[in-house]
């Protein structure tokens, strides 16, 4: 069974994960686990979960809830650990243990190895809606391990009939020289930077194209978190895949070049797949 985590602390900023974690169930035929961490006794809590839970299963989808007791974030790292995805909201406020004020979501963003999908916090849809995934982007930066979200990429767009588009950006000329574009640099520099990504491009939807769904492909230009944004803004973009590795999780230099930018612009939210060092694309956790 595909199992998918949400962690909630009462307020309706954090159920805004659930659209997600409700399409993810969708694409998936997966079970939502509503999953609360409590410092002390069983209170309002319980009913409050009981509420969300009846909703789901007057839609036919499958849930549980879980309450459990200890630190919020090294309760939700230890039970994502056996599910097949976490599904959490940023910058939840007011709720029970107040879940996402402090350091909680930043460290289960660190800490979790499952992959990972974060959504900002957007009160404009009922919580029981789920969200409408048309466009699926996947960043990749040229390694092989990165590659693991396009297959997730890829995947969904073939489960949910979305359009999906591998997404490369290469650095101009310019941006390697702080002082200034020396005049040794051979003309057609920037040309056949953008012909090696689209080159590279190509080969990664012809390894992960499927019968039903065959990627587009683009290549950017400039920064990253700069030209990701921009284009996903324009390109009406739901969802965008990356990868970063390490079991660790994801670090700030990562998650605040590209996927902090999204998530917290509110653009798109984002799908981290994990994967652990020496560990290649193919070899990251199989879908159910």
Same mark, same amino acid.
């Not at 509503?34 to 002390?40: E, T, Y």
């Not at 963003?109 to 809606?129: G, N, S, Y």
């Given at each position: 069974?595909?199992?998918?985590?949400?962690?909630?602390?009462?307020?309706?900023?954090?159920?805004?994960?659930?659209?997600?974690?409700?399409?993810?169930?969708?694409?998936?035929?997966?079970? =939502?686990?509503?999953?609360?961490? /409590? !410092?002390? +006794?069983?209170? #309002?809590?319980?009913?409050?979960?009981?509420? @969300? $839970?009846?909703?789901?299963?007057?839609?036919?989808?499958?849930?549980?809830?879980?309450?459990?007791?200890?630190?919020?974030?090294?309760?939700?790292?230890?039970?994502?650990?056996?599910?097949?995805?976490?599904?959490?909201?940023?910058?939840?406020?007011?709720?029970?243990?107040?879940?996402?004020?402090?350091?909680?979501?930043?460290?289960?963003?660190?800490?979790?190895?499952?992959?990972?999908?974060? =959504?900002?916090?957007?009160?404009? /849809? !009922?919580? +029981?809606?789920? #969200?409408?995934?048309?466009?699926?982007?996947? @960043? $990749?930066?040229?390694?092989?391990?990165?590659?693991?979200?396009?297959?997730?990429?890829?995947?969904?767009?073939?489960?949910?009939?979305?359009?999906?588009?591998?997404?490369?950006?290469?650095?101009?000329?310019?941006?390697?020289?702080?002082?200034?574009?020396?005049?040794?640099?051979?003309?057609?520099?920037?040309?056949?930077?953008?012909?090696?990504?689209?080159?590279?491009?190509?080969?990664?939807?012809?390894?992960?194209?499927?019968?039903?769904?065959?990627?587009?492909?683009?290549?950017?230009?400039?920064?990253?978190?700069?030209?990701?944004?921009?284009?996903?803004?324009?390109?009406?973009?739901?969802?965008?895949?990356?990868?970063?590795?390490?079991?660790?999780?994801?670090?700030?230099?990562?998650?605040?070049?590209?996927?902090?930018?999204?998530?917290?612009?509110?653009?798109?939210?984002?799908?981290?797949?994990?994967?652990?060092?020496?560990?290649?694309?193919?070899?990251?956790?199989?879908?159910?």
């Amino acid at each position: 069974m595909f199992e998918i985590v949400v962690p909630l602390d009462g307020s309706s900023e954090a159920e805004c994960a659930l659209p997600w974690a409700l399409a993810m169930a969708h694409a998936y035929d997966g079970n =939502v686990t509503l999953l609360h961490v /409590r !410092a002390h +006794t069983r209170g #309002a809590e319980t009913t409050y979960l009981s509420g @969300l $839970l009846g909703k789901l299963l007057q839609l036919r989808f499958r849930g549980t809830i879980e309450e459990r007791e200890g630190d919020p974030a090294a309760v939700i790292v230890e039970r994502a650990a056996s599910a097949a995805m976490l599904v959490l909201a940023t910058h939840g406020r007011g709720g029970f243990q107040r879940l996402f004020l402090g350091s909680v979501a930043d460290r289960v963003i660190r800490q979790a190895a499952v992959p990972m999908l974060i =959504v900002k916090e957007r009160v404009d /849809r !009922a919580a +029981t809606d789920p #969200a409408a995934i048309r466009h699926i982007a996947v @960043l $990749l930066s040229g390694e092989p391990e990165a590659e693991a979200g396009a297959r997730r990429g890829v995947e969904l767009a073939t489960r949910l009939a979305a359009k999906v588009t591998f997404v490369h950006v290469a650095p101009w000329t310019a941006q390697w020289f702080a002082f200034g574009i020396p005049s040794v640099i051979p003309p057609g520099v920037d040309e056949a930077i953008e012909r090696a990504s689209d080159e590279y491009l190509a080969g990664a939807v012809e390894r992960y194209a499927t019968g039903g769904v065959t990627p587009e492909y683009l290549t950017l230009r400039g920064f990253t978190a700069d030209a990701v944004e921009d284009w996903a803004h324009s390109a009406q973009v739901d969802l965008v895949c990356m990868t970063t590795h390490g079991r660790s999780g994801m670090r700030r230099a990562a998650l605040g070049s590209v996927a902090d930018r999204m998530v917290r612009s509110g653009v798109a939210p984002v799908l981290v797949e994990r994967v652990r060092h020496g560990e290649s694309a193919g070899e990251t956790q199989q879908s159910d």
